[in-house]
C-alpha cells in the first residue's frame, strides 16, 4: 500500500489550495489529513472514518478546510481555502483502521504519504 501526496505549494493569506493523496493497494476504515509546522510535533487536521464514523476536523481548520475522498479511485482530497499563515506547514495523508477514539491521533494510521509543504505568506 501506498499514499502519493501532492498540491502543496506557496500562496497568498486568504488563498486557496487543493491536496491530493492518490492511494494504491487495500482500502482502509479511515483517511487522514495530518500537518507538521517547524520544530512541532505532527498534529491532525482532517479525517473521514467509514464504517460508522464520520468527517472530523481540528477547530482551527473547520469551516475552512473540507476533507473528500473519491472512493472508485481512491484518492483523497483536502479542499484549503481562507488560508492563513499558520497554515503553513508539511501536511500529510494518512490511512488506516483507527477506532473512533482515535481518529485524532497519529498512531491510529499504519500508512504515510511522503508529505507535501505548504506556505502561506502574509
Known amino acids: 500500500v501506498q499514499l502519493q501526496a501532492s498540491g502543496g505549494g506557496l500562496v497568498q493569506a486568504g488563498g486557496s489550495l487543493r491536496l491530493t493523496c492518490a492511494a494504491s493497494?487495500?482500502?482502509?476504515?479511515?483517511y487522514g489529513w495530518f500537518r507538521q509546522h517547524l520544530g512541532k510535533e505532527r498534529e491532525f487536521v482532517a479525517a473521514i472514518l467509514y464504517r460508522g464514523g464520520g468527517i472530523y476536523y481540528d477547530d482551527s481548520v473547520k469551516g475552512r478546510f473540507t476533507i473528500s475522498r473519491d472512493s472508485a479511485k481512491n484518492t483523497l482530497f483536502l479542499e484549503m481555502n481562507s488560508l492563513k499563515p499558520e497554515d503553513t506547514a508539511v501536511y500529510y495523508c494518512a490511512a488506516g483502521d483507527p477506532i473512533l477514539s482515535s481518529v485524532r491521533a497519529s498512531n491510529g494510521y499504519r500508512v504515510w504519504g511522503q508529505g507535501t509543504q505548504v506556505t502561506v505568506s502574509s
Open positions: 493497494g487495500r482500502t482502509f476504515r479511515g
